[in-house]
């Protein structure tokens, strides 16, 4: 089994990163103290790492320019589990500019590269790098797609995931998202194996229906989408009957070349397991990607479901309210010792162009009225760059509308 170090991008991916890690630890047994209890599960060093014969610890990097974001991590029981040194910060706040984040950031983001190396096992072998983090924010989107990008260049073999978390237009109050996203998501797709879309219109809906809440804050929608990443992650981590590692993973989920983004939905929220599959998956109150499932043709698609729960890939390439292609093989079918007993289905499909175009349309209308340019001027990004950005999305909506009526 291959390791993978999971790198905590901002203030969202350390929110996000926190509770995944939680969901980690209370599957594997680890305590606060970092002992394995009576019975826990090994991961064997997928995500973990011995640091004693009963203590483990993650293999993580936290990185955000903000230092007070870094003490509220800190100040969460488990954050004693992470490596001192891992933790990457200063330089201050990129104030939700994209290119603060990208260009003036290069000793963070170097800095953030060698704690990640030295996560890395010395011994050799395969490694792989799973990134939390927000699109639309500064460091998050800016320094991440920096990281990423030097990742890729430092370990051109390696296997990057990226958890990225898409901001609610409906919601958000930060004018420039539409510019951080567009920019983010043209350097990810260029380096990234895949990305997994995460976005908060999608997640606020589930939290809604799971909590019956009308205003749902952040720790709830970093709490369903740590159930769901803990669900998607588990066979990398966990003892099972169909072993698989990242990389095949990603390759079934990016049938094409460049199609990097995966989406995800999770069979229920709740503790009670029934109903149609199908239905449920299809359901837009059990979705973390923000486009609607009835008009989307799945390009691949991978379930994971728990030890005992009946599932036949077979029935579902045939199930036509999936909407497979029909050169389609029969789904990769992932079984494993996760805690939660929900199926779920991470797959690449077109409906992602209904977001990603009014993404795109909310970027040009900024962009042709030249608006809060002189931001990202000030910080060495030219307009032309910002238009090859724009222009490498676009591309990405065409190849997703080629493929489904292929």
């Known amino acids: 089994m291959r390791h993978h170090v999971l790198i905590h991008i901002g203030g969202c991916g350390l929110g996000l990163g926190l509770r995944l890690w939680k969901e980690v630890f209370a599957e594997h047994g680890v305590g606060a103290d970092g ?17 004693a014969s009963s203590r483990v610890a993650p293999r993580a990097v936290v990185v955000d320019g903000d230092p007070s974001s870094i003490d509220l991590f800190k100040d969460d029981p488990v954050s004693g589990l992470f490596r001192a040194d891992n933790f990457v910060f200063g ?31 010395p011994a050799g072998g395969s490694h792989n790098f799973i990134i939390t983090h927000a699109l639309g924010g500064g460091t998050g989107g800016g320094l991440g797609a920096a990281i990423v990008e030097k990742l890729r260049l430092v370990y051109p073999s390696s296997t990057i995931v990226c958890f990225s978390v898409l901001s609610s237009p409906s919601q958000d109050d930060v004018v420039v998202r539409p510019y951080n996203e567009v920019l983010a998501l043209a350097k990810l797709i260029a380096n990234a194996n895949a990305v997994v879309l995460l976005d908060n ?12 809440e009308n205003a749902v804050h952040h720790a709830r929608l970093n709490e369903l989408a740590a159930q769901a990443l803990a669900l998607l992650t588990s066979p990398l981590r966990l003892p099972e009957t169909r072993a698989v590692e990242l990389r095949e993973l990603t390759r079934t ?21 029934g109903g149609d599959l199908v239905d449920a998956l299809r359901s837009r109150v059990n979705r973390v990607s923000g486009h609607g499932a009835d008009t989307s043709a799945l390009l691949s698609a991978a379930f994971i479901a728990p030890r005992g729960r009946p599932i036949s890939p077979t029935s579902l390439r ?32 077109s409906g992602v162009v209904g977001p990603l175009s009014a993404l795109c349309s909310r970027f040009d209308s900024m962009l042709k009225r030249k608006a809060f340019l002189h931001w ?12 090859q950005a724009r222009k490498a999305v ?13």
């Open 201 to 212: 219109e999608s997640l606020g809906l589930a939290a809604r229906a799971r909590f019956g």
């Open 394 to 406: 676009g591309e990405l909506i065409a190849a997703y509308q080629t493929a489904a009526n292929s």
């Open 91 to 121: 330089g201050g706040a990129c104030g939700n500019n994209w290119a603060m984040g990208y260009n003036d950031r290069v000793a963070m983001r170097d800095a953030a590269v060698a704690r990640v190396t030295s996560e890395i096992n």
């Open 253 to 273: 989920l990016t049938p094409f070349r460049g199609l990097a983004l995966v989406s995800l939905a999770i069979e229920s929220w709740t503790d009670t397991v």
């Open 35 to 51: 002992q394995l209890r009576a019975g826990a599960l090994s991961d064997e060093g997928a995500f973990l790492k011995r640091v």
């Open 318 to 349: 045939a199930d036509a309210r999936l909407g497979f292609r029909g050169w389609f093989p029969d789904p990769l079918v992932l079984r494993t010792r996760s805690r939660a007993r929900a199926i779920a289905m991470a797959s690449s499909e």
């Open 376 to 387: 990202y001027h000030g910080h060495g990004l030219t307009t032309s760059q910002m238009q």
